[in-house]
Nanobody
């Protein structure tokens, strides 16, 4: 069992930056692929970014490529999402998730509660 707790969300002006963090419990964090997802009001949850268990591979949605960076610190059992150049359309609840499946997983097994990101224009 893995428990995930996100933090770092908030209100930011368009063009600004935020860094989200997700701390995982458990001693097997380094074996999980980690991902970030988001869900805007009235929309389905969508994939944002993923990082392999070692951190050596990353993958991004086209909508955030070049603006967002996913990283992880296995010693701290934490995954990060650095978000730069934020746009109003980035407004959503952001969730981190963990998958024990091979890269690039099509589904995730554990989810956090989410953190709200609001970008004002």
């Amino acid at each position: 069992q893995v428990q995930l707790v996100e933090s770092g969300g908030g209100l930011v002006q368009a063009g600004g930056s935020l860094r989200l963090s997700c701390v995982a419990s458990g001693r097997t964090f380094s074996s999980y692929v980690m991902g970030w997802f988001r869900q805007a009001p009235g929309k389905d949850r969508e994939f944002v970014a993923a990082i392999s268990s070692s951190g050596g591979r990353t993958y991004y949605a086209d909508s955030v490529k070049g603006r967002f960076t996913i990283s992880r610190d296995n010693a701290k059992t934490t995954v990060y999402l650095q978000m730069n150049g934020l746009k109003s359309e980035d407004t959503a609840v952001y969730y981190c998730a963990a998958s024990y499946r091979a890269w690039l997983p099509s589904s995730y097994d554990y989810w956090g509660q989410g953190t709200q990101v609001t970008v004002s224009s």
